[in-house]
């Protein structure tokens, strides 16, 4: 396995787009895996192949629209209702896709190992993670045993936004240089409308007070630790 090597799981959204640039500083050669799951917006793949280009990465694309039709969910389904808030009964929204990212990241360990890539990068955030119980880190490292286990391989896993909260994710994005670029180029929106986005979806709001609020924390002075390399 190749050590200067890494591959990113990529949507082409603020989170993962931060990643690819993570991975850019810490890694010499990048490769970004984009999943088509079923999302009803395609225009965030092509959102992400243009993010990639323009970073310089080996940018890839792979079909596995299963995955969104295995369970109702509101990310795939045209005709569902997207819950705005967390459901007052408990558990998930109806945003999430169970599976997806075991899926995701099972399918792009296999890729890797394909291209001797042993390290991967996901933009899974424990902190901010919408009730997602595949953003948690002990899901991440029951996979990463998993994945070395069946493969017999020495995946590593990073997740370099696993305890930053959303604006944490934006100072990242900042001392990268990439503040503006994620702003304007990426696609977080669950309407799928780029950059700023549709203002009202649970995912805008996330993005949206996030950076508003780093934007207040830099504007009053506030000194961030080193969010690329601490
Ligand atoms: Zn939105």
Redesign the pocket.
């Known amino acids: 396995m190749n050590r200067d090597k890494v591959l990113v799981v990529f949507s082409g959204g603020q989170d993962s787009t931060t990643c690819l640039y993570w991975a850019k500083r810490h890694f010499k050669e990048v490769w970004a895996l984009t999943f088509i799951y079923g999302q009803k917006h395609v225009a965030e793949v092509a959102c992400a192949e243009r993010i990639a280009l323009q970073a310089g990465v080996h940018w890839d694309k792979m079909d596995i629209s299963f995955v969104g039709s295995l369970a109702r969910n509101s990310l795939t389904d045209t005709t569902m209702k997207m819950d705005e808030m967390q459901p007052a009964a408990g558990g998930p929204p109806n945003t999430f896709v169970p599976g997806r990212n075991l899926f995701f990241i099972s399918i792009a360990a296999v890729y890797a190992r394909e291209r001797s890539i042993s390290h991967l990068v996901t933009g899974v955030s424990e902190t901010d993670y919408s009730g997602y119980p595949d953003c948690r880190d002990a899901f991440i490292k029951s996979l990463n045993v998993s994945l070395n286990l069946s493969m017999d391989e020495q995946f590593v896993l990073h997740t370099p936004l696993m305890w930053l909260d959303k604006c944490e994710t934006w100072a990242l994005a900042d001392q990268l240089g990439v503040f503006d670029l994620v702003r304007r180029e990426t696609m977080t929106?669950?309407?799928a409308?780029q950059g700023d986005?549709?203002?009202?979806?649970p995912?805008?709001k996330l993005r949206r007070e996030g950076m508003e609020r780093y934007l207040k924390e830099k504007a009053e002075g506030k000194e961030f630790k080193d969010l690329i390399y601490g």
């Open positions: 929106c669950y309407n409308i986005g549709c203002g009202h979806c995912s805008c």
